[in-house]
């Protein structure tokens, strides 16, 4: 009997991450670190309160808070995180390579294209990835049979995008509209608050999750060049997605492509007046940034979120169905290493 518990104990701690079961697992900072969040992706990571003037701005909610809050939780990581609102999406990943923030969040692909400044610096690094998405269609039910795939988006449909999401590059993509390099298609008309450019098809004009040509910064809307590709209409960029659902229910856009979770959000209504009608095959992997010469903290976030989310099984399903569910990893880590 002794023997069989002696062997069972092996094999839980064979099964432990080494950090979990060591009392020598290093603290992971030794400072408060400052976390930047983007503040409009409900359920991922949102404010309590959307109005940036409000104390409540800067209250973290959603999947990556309950995540940071688990990471506080863990005895012996040393992490203690003052969270702020951001309330600009475009390049968001980056500010953790300013003085304003040590980490930032807010359900950020992780794409090697975003690691580097439009000069090409590396400047970021990214934790290993804490969740999964995939880009969808959201429509009118309705326009669900008409509208039922990427291809069937022509000239008379009017596409929702934010700027600089990979929602908005895969939907350029997956209809023509820019190459795999981000390259527009020639004939493109861009509109901008400067005025209207016309892509010719060279590396001048470009769209990127991680970067655009300067001049394409402030775009507004773009027309397709031909028949076989969507109006795109560009919304939310102060105010987040909301603002593309409001508009796909008032009838002034047609469809909304973004994030799956994000767009199912949207779509549990009891009136059903929304649904998804596509989903994109390629997976995405998110995670949060943090300055690339954060050699060691990065190490060591990594190994905390790896045992967190159980190396990736325990992710945002999961966290759906059971929001105590980082905490209780949280919980389970402290017992293990009082008991070590």
């Not at 930047?36 to 109005?51: E, L, Q, T």
């Not at 989903?279 to 990065?298: A, H, K, P, Q």
């Amino acid at each position: 009997m002794v023997l069989s518990l002696l062997m069972l104990l092996s094999l839980v701690l064979l099964w432990l991450p080494a950090s979990a079961a060591d009392d020598d697992s290093p603290a992971c900072a030794d400072r408060t670190l400052s976390v930047g969040f983007y503040a409009f992706f409900d359920p991922i990571s949102y404010s309590a309160d959307a109005d940036p003037d409000s104390p409540d701005f800067d209250a973290h909610r959603g999947y990556e808070a309950d995540l940071l809050s688990a990471l506080e939780a863990m005895n012996g990581a040393g992490l203690s995180f003052a969270r702020h609102g951001i309330t600009v999406w475009d390049e968001v990943w980056l500010r953790s390579a300013t003085a304003d923030y040590d980490l930032v969040g807010g359900g950020i692909t992780i794409l090697d294209s975003r690691r580097h400044a439009a000069d090409g610096e590396e400047q970021i690094a990214f934790t290993d990835g804490h969740i999964t998405f995939q880009q969808s269609l959201l429509v009118r039910a309705e326009d669900a049979e008409s509208l039922d795939s990427y291809a069937s988006l022509g000239s008379q449909v009017r596409a929702g995008a934010l700027v600089g999401t990979t929602g908005e590059f895969r939907l350029l993509e997956l209809t023509g509209l820019v190459d795999a390099n981000g390259v527009l298609a020639a004939g493109a008309r861009v509109h901008t608050p400067q005025g209207s450019l016309i892509a010719d098809g060279s590396a001048d004009f470009v769209i990127t999750p991680a970067h655009e040509t300067a001049s394409l910064a402030q775009r507004t809307s773009i027309e397709p060049p031909d028949d076989s590709m969507p109006q795109v209409i560009y919304m939310g960029g102060d105010t987040g997605e909301s603002e593309l659902i409001t508009a796909l229910r008032d009838g002034r856009i047609d469809v909304v492509a973004r994030g799956q979770i994000g767009n199912s959000t949207a779509a549990v209504n009891p009136d059903g007046a929304l649904v998804i009608s596509a989903v994109d095959d390629s997976v995405e992997y998110g995670g949060f940034s943090l300055d690339v010469d954060e050699v060691d903290l990065l190490a060591c976030l990594n190994d905390k979120i790896n045992w967190l989310t159980d190396n990736q099984r325990i992710g945002f399903e999961s966290w759906a169905a059971n929001q105590t569910v980082f905490m209780e990893r949280a919980d389970l880590w402290n017992t293990r290493a009082e008991d070590a």
